[in-house]
Structure formats: C-alpha cells, structure tokens
C-alpha cells in the first residue's frame, strides 16, 4: 500500500478540513494516510515513510491581489523531503492567484518531485478535494 502523509498550515481551520477531506479521499482510494499534521510541528516518522506528502495552506493577500501562501515562513521551514513525491493545495476566498504554483515552488526546494497544485474554494471544500485525489492519482499514474 502507497502511504501519503498531509502537513496543514491553517489560520481559521479550513484547509484542516480539507486535508481531512483529501485524507479520507486517498484512504478511499486504497491509500494509507499515516498522518494529517501541522507543518509546524511535522510528525517525523510518518514523513520518513511517506511515499507522497501533500502540503496545504490558505491564500494571503488583499482579496484578488498580491497573493501569497499564508504562514510561508512555516512552510519553508518544513524538513527536506528529497526523493518523495508530493503536491500542495490551498484554499481560498475570492482569488487564490498563483499560490498552488508558489508553494509547488517550496515543495521543489525541499527536493521533491512535484505532481501539480491545485486551489480550493473555502466553500466547496467537499467537491474540490475529491476532484483534487482525483488529478492527484492521474497525475501519480502517468509519473
Ligand atoms: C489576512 C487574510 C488574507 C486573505 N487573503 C485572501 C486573498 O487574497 N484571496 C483569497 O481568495 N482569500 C483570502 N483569504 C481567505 C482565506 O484564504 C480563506 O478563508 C482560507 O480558506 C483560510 O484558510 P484557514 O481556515 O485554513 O486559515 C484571506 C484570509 C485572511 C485571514
């Protein structure tokens, strides 16, 4: 069984739901998910033996500009994940600009193979984080 671990920066709770929600998405698909857990404080083991890390944040900025991943300081704290696949998410508002392709940037950095970002809308949590395990697994199926 492929194991995937999902770190979380989140302010307000909502991209913890979503990851939850992924979680539960992957688990459905045959994956395991040892661990949904802060990027602040990862849970190391899991991550040691994770096959594909999923990384999540929420979109900062002023509403349809100048957005960023939110607490990227945390995310570019986050371990070296050199060998691994992995792929972001965020959620957002109103607009979440490039912030996939942003935080797509950190997950490279830590040495990842990177598999695509893709944003989800605050409100639509439950239909995007399906349709996100499911470009997920495509993707992960032509690596
Ligand atoms: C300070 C601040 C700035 C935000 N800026 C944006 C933004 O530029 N674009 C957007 O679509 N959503 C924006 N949002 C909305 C959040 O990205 C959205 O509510 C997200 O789901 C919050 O995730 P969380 O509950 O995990 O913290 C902003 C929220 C806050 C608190």
Same mark, same amino acid.
């Given at each position: 069984?492929? @194991?995937?671990?999902?770190?979380?920066?989140?302010?307000?709770? @909502?991209?913890?739901?979503?990851?939850?929600?992924?979680?539960? @998405?992957?688990?459905?698909?045959?994956?395991?998910?040892?661990?949904?857990?802060?990027?602040?404080?990862?849970?190391?083991?899991?991550?040691?033996?994770?096959?594909?890390?999923?990384? !999540?944040?929420?979109?900062? $900025?002023? &509403?349809?500009?100048?957005?960023?991943?939110?607490?990227? $300081?945390?995310?570019?704290?986050?371990?070296?994940?050199? $060998?691994?696949?992995?792929?972001? &998410?965020?959620?957002?508002?109103?607009?979440? $600009? @490039?912030?996939?392709?942003?935080?797509? !940037?950190?997950?490279?950095?830590? !040495?990842?193979?990177?598999?695509? *970002?893709?944003?989800?809308?605050?409100?639509?949590?439950?239909?995007?984080?399906?349709?996100?395990?499911?470009?997920?697994? *495509?993707?992960?199926?032509?690596?």
């Amino acid at each position: 069984m492929s @194991n995937a671990i999902v770190l979380i920066e989140s302010l307000t709770g @909502n991209t913890w739901k979503a990851g939850e929600k992924i979680a539960a @998405n992957l688990r459905q698909s045959g994956w395991g998910v040892s661990s949904v857990c802060s990027v602040r404080k990862p849970d190391l083991h899991a991550l040691e033996t994770a096959d594909l890390v999923l990384l !999540g944040s929420w979109t900062d $900025g002023i &509403f349809v500009a100048a957005q960023r991943p939110g607490g990227a $300081g945390h995310l570019w704290g986050m371990p070296s994940i050199a $060998g691994k696949k992995a792929a972001a &998410f965020c959620t957002y508002a109103l607009n979440p $600009g @490039n912030v996939p392709a942003k935080m797509s !940037g950190v997950l490279e950095s830590k !040495g990842a193979t990177v598999l695509g *970002g893709l944003a989800l809308h605050r409100k639509k949590l439950d239909q995007h984080a399906e349709e996100y395990v499911s470009r997920l697994l *495509g993707n992960l199926a032509t690596a």
